[in-house]
């Protein structure tokens, strides 16, 4: 079975600066896609960031973007210039080719003024 | 706009009471599913939809139970078998094949 592994509860960062959160996933298939969703207090689940994995360029969405090790199975997810409005809980997610979704427990980001 | 609706924002129960929670999509996305979140724990997955009238259990499906007889709505039903129904309730829908989901924003059932 598929598994993601999400080994932060709980990030700090100060405003403006850099934070990377970890994800490590396990699977035995080739083609399938990685997540990264933000949920704030409010509990709206918001798709940050996407990578599939046949491309091996790191996706990049403004000021987020992913490092992603196929042979590692990593997908770490940075926040540069982090913002106010960056503080919530984070959750890695594998898709697999037969369209069934797997959560990781989620790393819990604070934003420090 | 296009998105997903649940409701109740929030929902009490009685003990031994079954409870409806509703979750309809107007973005004629095909899969439908349904999650719960409790602290620490992450998204558990209780079912999920692919087509019209065919669901499939998820990793937590006792003391559920679905129907999907509407594209565009994927209600879930708690019932007196689930000991421990306190929780965030998430649905979601997705295309198939798809890039990812989009989430409602969620019920808050609360045993009382």
């Known amino acids: 079975a598929q598994t993601v592994t999400q080994s932060q509860p709980e990030m700090s960062v100060q405003e403006a600066e850099t934070v990377t959160l970890s994800c490590t996933y396990d699977?035995?298939?080739?083609?399938?896609?990685l997540f990264w969703y933000k949920q704030p207090p409010s509990r709206q689940m918001i798709l940050v960031i996407r990578?599939?994995?046949?491309?091996?360029q790191n996706a990049t969405e403004n000021r987020f973007s992913v490092n992603f090790q196929k042979a590692a199975k990593s997908f770490s997810l940075k926040i540069s210039d982090s913002q106010l409005g960056d503080a919530a809980m984070y959750f890695c997610?594998?898709?697999?080719?037969?369209?069934?979704?797997?959560f990781g427990t989620g790393t819990s980001l604070t934003v420090i003024p | 706009d296009g998105g997903i609706t649940q409701s109740p924002k929030y929902l009490f129960r009685k003990e031994g009471q079954n409870v409806t929670l509703s979750c309809e999509q107007n973005?004629?996305?095909?899969?439908m599913y349904w999650y719960r979140q409790d602290p620490g724990q992450g998204l558990r997955l209780i079912y999920y939809?692919?087509?019209?009238?065919?669901?499939q259990k998820g990793d937590i499906a006792e003391g559920y139970s679905v129907s999907r007889e509407k594209k565009e709505s994927f209600p879930l039903t708690v019932t007196s078998a689930q000991k421990n129904p306190t929780a965030f309730y998430l649905c979601?829908?997705?295309?198939?094949?798809?890039?990812?989901?989009?989430f409602g924003s969620g019920t808050r059932l609360t045993v009382v």
């Open positions: 979601a829908s997705s295309m198939w094949p798809s890039y990812g989901y989009t």
């Open positions: 699977t035995s298939e080739s083609d399938y896609y």
């Open positions: 990578q599939e994995a046949y491309k091996q």
């Open positions: 997610a594998y898709r697999s080719p037969g369209n069934q979704f797997y």
């Open positions: 973005l004629n996305h095909d899969a």
């Open positions: 939809s692919q087509i019209v009238n065919d669901f």
